[in-house]
């Protein structure tokens, strides 16, 4: 009977350290997700420390310069069939080219950010965005619009150096005060891009 008893209890003694010994595995695959969900997590605090790494120059500077940008690019996408001068033309494709993906990545910022896209300033017109260093308004593009050979390409060359200086304007205000690393360095870009190019310009204009 006593050896009944015994077996019984080392039977008992062997489940209970095997159930032990699964739970510790358990708690281990258990630690091991955790892990893996802490990582997802931290990675969800990664993207939310990203998106509040900015502060309300980087947000002005992305509203700002989006419809800044859409202006530049509808300006130069007329140089297409209007513009007589091949190095007018070449520029112009030159800026639709670099600024139509900088929209793209600036909506992107807003979006992160929990603002949406950006359309156009709130409110904003050509007339309205005229208040942004260099905008044009609906004049200046009506008028621009009815020009063709050399008189566009004058019109068009002193309408984007001014245009320019706006940008380069604008994108110095973000490198000195915005906190949000890839708009300063967008902004750098532009800086050294849009003056270079407004030299380009001023050449072409017989002024450099």
Known sequence: ????????VRRTALVATAVTAALVLAGCGSDDGGDSGSGSHHGSASASSSAAAHNDQDMAFAQ???PHH?????MAGLAADRA????????ASRIEKAQD??????NGWLKTWGMGMSSAMPGMGHSAGSAMPGMMDAKDMAGLKKM?????????????IEHHKGAVAMAGTEKA???????KSMAADIVDAQTAEITEMNKLLGKG
């Open 64 to 66: 700002g310069m989006i």
């Open 84 to 91: 007589s001068s091949p190095q007018v033309k070449d520029l």
């Open 177 to 183: 005060k915005g906190s949000y690393g890839p708009a």
């Open 1 to 8: 009977m006593r050896n009944t008893r015994t077996s019984l």
């Open 101 to 106: 993906p900088e929209i793209r990545t600036m």
């Open 148 to 160: 063709s050979g050399k008189d566009f390409d004058s019109m068009f060359l002193t309408m984007m």
């Open 70 to 74: 859409r202006q530049a690019v509808e």
